[in-house]
């Protein structure tokens, strides 16, 4: 391992077998990930607060279930940022410009049209997966591949089981 100096005293170099530039790359690509993800965590767990009307039990239930394993998602996702060498986006600032999921409606909506918004924030976190995905396979980094393929099987889960709601 390659030793710089730094202010700090010495600084071991990352040589893990991915390229600095592929590392940046797929740091950045996570960090649009981990946006969206916190994003439709504070979505989700907004609208299990709010949710009212007569699906309020079945869907103030389902909304903590998902908020939980968003919640829980967040954390693996800044790791391998930080393994990849490059520092996690975590305020809200940083989210707002890095995500593509929109943020939640001031004023809660009715149930269903939550449910509508989440299948679409579901719908979103799985594009921006699936875009980092080939860029993680070119680079070899099978633990990046590997945390895509669990978020897309959440995600595309889950938004299949919040459209089955909206079925008539």
């Known amino acids: 391992m390659a030793k710089t100096a730094s202010k700090s005293g010495i600084h071991i170099g990352i040589n893990i077998g991915i390229s600095e530039k592929d590392r940046a790359s797929i740091a950045k690509g996570l960090s649009y990930l981990l ?9 989700t767990h907004n609208f299990h607060w709010n949710v009212t009307g ?3 039990n ?5 909304f903590m279930v998902q908020y939980t394993e968003l919640w829980t998602a967040v954390d693996p996702i800044a790791e391998r ?3 990849l060498g490059h520092p996690a986006p975590g305020s809200y ?5 890095l995500a593509s999921v929109p943020d939640a409606p001031g004023v ?3 149930a269903l049209e939550m449910v509508r918004i989440l299948v679409t924030g ?4 799985a594009r921006t997966a699936r875009q980092l995905f080939p860029l993680a396979d070119k680079a070899s980094d099978e633990p990046t591949a590997d ?4 978020r897309l099987t959440v995600h595309e889960q889950t938004a299949w089981m919040l459209r089955s709601l909206l079925e008539e």
């Open 122 to 125: 579901h719908e979103a976190v």
């Open 108 to 110: 809660p909506p009715k």
């Open 147 to 150: 945390l895509l393929t669990q």
């Open 54 to 56: 007569p699906m309020f």
């Open 58 to 62: 079945t869907l103030h239930q389902m």
């Open 35 to 43: 946006a969206d993800t916190y994003t439709l965590y504070l979505t």
């Open 81 to 83: 940022i930080r393994s």
């Open 93 to 97: 600032a940083q989210f707002g410009k």
